[in-house]
């Protein structure tokens, strides 16, 4: 029974961070209106929970590993009571800045259920389910909707100390029906990150991850003020917008997990950084708040299905490592989510408009497309050479000339040549002598007019002895038809002939 609820449990404690980690965002205007603030201080205040937040995140996620994800969150809500009731009594802009920075730690509680909840499941459902999990980021459209309406009735600060009661009441919740028996790593922390650091793979999804959750963290955080600044929109109506944003992103989520299980990945994420490409153009270009809408809205989306995608490839390609690598890809994610808000507050103040920072969003994401792509092609060439490697039968490769450019460890087996000692040479050096001139005149005849030729031949092996071979040698051709290299495909049949003689 515990374990069964561990997914609804664990997301509904990850809604309750996320309500409390952008807390200040839809808050921003009504707190300006009691503290004096700048532009630029108004950015830091609203981006500084996302930094310690995603650097907490690699941390927390080799604890959660380590203890269990009832200890992480149980401490982690405790810990935040301190830094929420302190900023909701902040007088200026210091005191906002230290309360918001430890209100961060909302942020890291990511990494506990991404690297927990997987651990109840098949790998075939890793992606659904770390996109279900995925759904408390609505935590923050939670926020976004109602802490403005609440701040219009009962002041900003108490809005802020009433997220004190949720907190204690998760805790309580938590410590009551987490997990005690969830299975534990306790592989150290430096031994699981040295045997990943040096994979290309994590920088490459933990860059897919930077651009798509960091642009939903982004957004998330800066729209309400945005809008209210920018297009002149009520508090209210910025708080609406920026929590249909939120939900659609969130809810579309999963999605991107239930995608991933089904078909390639790498299909997937073509798709989600074209249409941030696009996007982000078109945010560049937005001269009114309907083409805005759309520009954001399809971001969500994309962002939404992308982040649900490269939870499935995690545990694909790290299933040992889950808990730090998770917590470095996350982190990146939200470290994504930290810049953007800077960037983009520094661009406007020096050239007066926005579109310097969707344009870079636009490049970003095509770059990464160019990355997937390369990536898809070198799994399906790893996939061919395993296939080469792995299988019993002894394949060499040659090219035009004849000359051999490839064996595998089967050949070596079977022959008794070593790679190095045949590579560069004809596969004359094998011949046994017993079949004439004709018999290959009429092979390579078959191979020039069908592309394949199967059939019985002796060969020798280095040590000099004649053995029988069943034999394929198949023609191979490139994308355009052309004729590039020829493959031999054998296995040693003395024995079966012998038995049957």
């Not at 729209?223 to 992103?249: E, S």
């Not at 020039?448 to 060969?459: D, F, L, P, R």
């Amino acid at each position: 029974m515990i374990q069964r609820i561990q997914l609804p449990l664990q997301t509904l404690c990850m809604i309750a961070a996320f309500i409390v980690w952008v807390l200040l965002s839809p808050l921003i205007a009504f707190i300006k209106e009691d503290i004096v603030l700048t532009a630029g201080q108004i950015a830091w205040i609203t981006a500084i929970p996302v930094l310690l937040g995603s650097v907490l995140r690699i941390p927390v996620g080799y604890l959660a590993n380590r203890y269990g994800a009832r200890v992480m969150f149980f401490i982690s809500f405790v810990v935040l009571l301190v830094p929420v009731f302190y900023v909701s009594h902040a007088d200026s802009f210091l005191d906002l800045f230290i309360g918001n920075l430890f209100i961060g730690v909302a942020g890291a509680t990511f990494s506990i259920g991404v690297t927990s909840v997987p651990k109840y499941y098949s790998k075939d459902r890793h992606g659904f389910v770390n996109g279900i999990y995925g759904v408390g980021n609505i935590g923050t459209a939670i926020t976004a909707f109602s802490a403005p309406v609440l701040a219009n009735h009962l002041g900003w600060s108490t809005t802020i100390q009433l997220s004190m009661i949720l907190l204690a009441g998760f805790a309580l919740l938590i410590f009551l029906f987490g997990d005690r028996h969830e299975k534990k790593v306790t592989t150290p922390l430096m031994k699981q990150i040295r045997e990943v650091y040096k994979n290309q793979k994590l920088w490459f999804l933990s860059l897919f991850y930077f651009i798509t959750f960091g642009s939903f963290v982004a957004f998330t955080v800066y729209l309400p003020n945005f809008l209210v600044d920018y297009f002149g929109l009520d508090k209210v109506d910025a708080g609406l917008r920026t929590a249909g944003y939120i939900a659609l992103a969130t809810f579309i989520r999963p999605l991107g997990g239930w995608l991933a299980d089904r078909w390639n990945p790498y299909h997937i994420l073509m798709v989600v950084f074209l249409g941030l490409t696009v996007s982000g153009v078109l945010l560049s270009f937005s001269p009114n708040i309907e083409l805005y809408t759309i520009g954001a809205l399809s971001i969500a989306a994309c962002a939404g299905v992308g982040n649900g995608t490269v939870f499935k490839l995690v545990p694909l390609y790290f299933s040992k490592q889950a808990g730090v690598v998770n917590g470095l890809v996350s982190a990146m994610g939200g470290l994504g989510g930290f810049f953007p808000p800077l960037v983009l507050s520094t661009v406007y103040e020096i050239t007066g408009h926005y579109a310097i920072g969707f344009m870079a969003l636009s490049q970003f994401a095509l770059a990464s497309f160019v990355i997937v792509l390369w990536m898809f092609y070198q799994d399906k060439m790893y996939l061919a050479s395993q296939v080469i490697e792995s299988t019993v039968e002894g394949v060499l490769i040659t090219d035009l000339k004849g000359k051999i450019v490839s064996v595998n460890p089967s050949f070596t087996k079977v022959t008794g040549y070593a790679p190095d000692e045949v590579i560069g040479k004809e596969p004359r050096i094998f011949s046994s002598g017993i079949q004439g001139k004709d018999f290959y005149e009429k092979m390579w005849k078959d191979i020039a007019e069908t592309g394949q030729w199967t059939g019985e031949i002796w060969n020798k092996r280095k040590n000099g002895e004649i053995y029988q071979q069943l034999l394929t040698i198949s023609s191979i051709r490139n994308e355009a038809g052309e004729l590039k290299n020829y493959a031999g495909m054998f296995s040693d049949i003395t024995q079966m002939k012998n038995k049957i003689g």
